[in-house]
């Protein structure tokens, strides 16, 4: 789950990393009342889950409550990569004497978080990694023995820090930036640009966080920042209801239980010359309720044209996930023709229960190609 950039100074500031002060605003109203409370210059921060605010133009100075007003006005509503401004973050605005990058991310090939740091922040990090890459300083931590003292100094001599107020700040900010990032069980942690002030302070100028989905079950706080309206209304339902629902780009919708065996189902359709237009995985359930949630959510698209129902009963059996069909079909009303493919445990019955009912928009194939096929020629 990506942590907007006022939910990950939140937690930068709870692990001690210095930040600004700020407020939230969603409206220009708000955003004069947040520059009146902070006093001074405040920057006008676009909160999307996307970076490039800045080359956007989501991030602007403001003089006084009467700017950040006119800014908030501008920005909200402004579309940054797809991403549409509907929360604004109001910040003391910081005097920068210079820009710093530091990161913490998961290496996977390493199974370690991966620490980088170099003097030259504010710009894309891609970039010095492959024009100068003796500019950047990278070190793996080993999870055991956690961040030791002797790796901040290797980061803070490798990147050519001199200064000795700043090495302290860097080496206390490395050390609370692992801290925070095994706390909240983060893959990313990114702060570009951290900025020395003409004063010498060090601080995060912006905040980039990645929390494992699979991790927030520990952090009912952190699962809480999630912003639902930041997904399309199909994919906010299927999180309410746990259905397991990725957005595709064409126009059969695809119903299946069991990882695998949608993977498979995608390949399929493709193969019979369609596009999926997304897919559920019902799991390892077939009844009513859950057939109902997902029809509900794969239906919800306006993308879709019909609909690929294919099941293998193993321990989910076919006539439940038949019964669960018809019950579904009752209760709602689909516009699009929907194929079903049933094989594995109790398929011959589960057939027969969708044929004597015979619902008009529903067609009963022996085959995944059969059926990918007929769902193909459908949804042209
Ligand atoms: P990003 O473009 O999405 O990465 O957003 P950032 O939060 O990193 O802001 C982009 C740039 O705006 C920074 O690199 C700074 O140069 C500038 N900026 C952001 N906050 C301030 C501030 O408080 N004072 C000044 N002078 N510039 C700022
Ligand atoms: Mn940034």
């Known amino acids: 789950m990506d942590l907007y950039e006022y939910q990950g100074k939140e937690l930068f500031r709870r692990f001690g990393i210095p930040v600004s002060d700020g407020r939230l605003a969603t409206s220009p109203e708000e955003a004069r009342k947040a520059a009146e409370e902070l006093g001074g210059q405040v920057v006008v921060k676009a909160q999307v889950l996307t970076g490039g605010r800045g080359k956007a133009g989501g991030i602007r100075l403001a003089d006084g409550p009467g700017e950040a007003e006119e800014h908030a006005n501008a920005i909200l509503g402004m579309d940054i990569n797809g991403h549409v401004v509907r929360k604004l973050w109001i910040e003391s605005a910081s005097d920068i004497e210079r820009e710093y990058y530091l990161s913490l991310t998961f290496d996977r090939g390493e199974k370690k978080a991966l620490f980088m740091f170099t003097k030259e922040g504010g710009v894309d ?15 793996h931590v080993d999870p055991l023995e956690g961040f030791q003292p002797y790796q901040s100094r290797r980061l803070i001599y490798g990147a050519g820090i001199e200064d000795e107020s700043e090495q302290k700040q860097i080496a206390t900010i490395a050390e609370r930036l692992y801290a925070a990032f095994v706390g909240a069980d983060a893959t990313l942690c990114e702060i570009n640009p951290l900025i020395v002030t003409p004063d010498g302070e060090v601080k995060a100028l912006d905040s980039k966080f990645t929390v494992d989905d699979n991790a927030l079950y520990k952090h009912a706080d952190i699962a809480e920042m999630r912003d639902l309206e930041a997904y399309p209304p199909e994919e906010r339902k299927a999180r309410e209801k746990d ?56 239906s ?28 579904a079909l009752e209760q709602m009303t689909i516009g699009e023709p929907i194929v079903v493919r049933l094989d594995g445990t109790n398929a011959e019955e589960g057939r027969e229960l969708l044929r004597d009912a015979a619902p008009e928009n529903l067609h009963v194939e022996p085959t995944m190609l059969d059926a990918a096929k007929r769902a193909v020629e459908l949804a042209a």
């Open 300 to 327: 919800a698209d306006p993308q879709v044209e019909s609909i690929l129902f294919n099941i293998f009963g193993g321990i989910t059996r076919c006539d439940e996930v038949a019964r669960g069909i018809l019950q």
């Open 243 to 298: 259905v397991t629902y990725v957005k595709l780009d064409g126009e059969v919708g695809v119903l299946g239980n069991g990882a695998g065996l949608v993977m498979s189902t995608l390949d399929v359709v493709a193969l019979a010359g369609g596009r999926p237009a997304n897919f559920c995985d019902l799991g390892g359930g077939g009844d009513a309720g859950g057939v109902v949630d997902a029809l509900e959510i794969i």
């Open 125 to 139: 990090i891609e970039e010095v990694a492959a024009e100068r890459p003796e500019a950047l300083a990278m070190l």
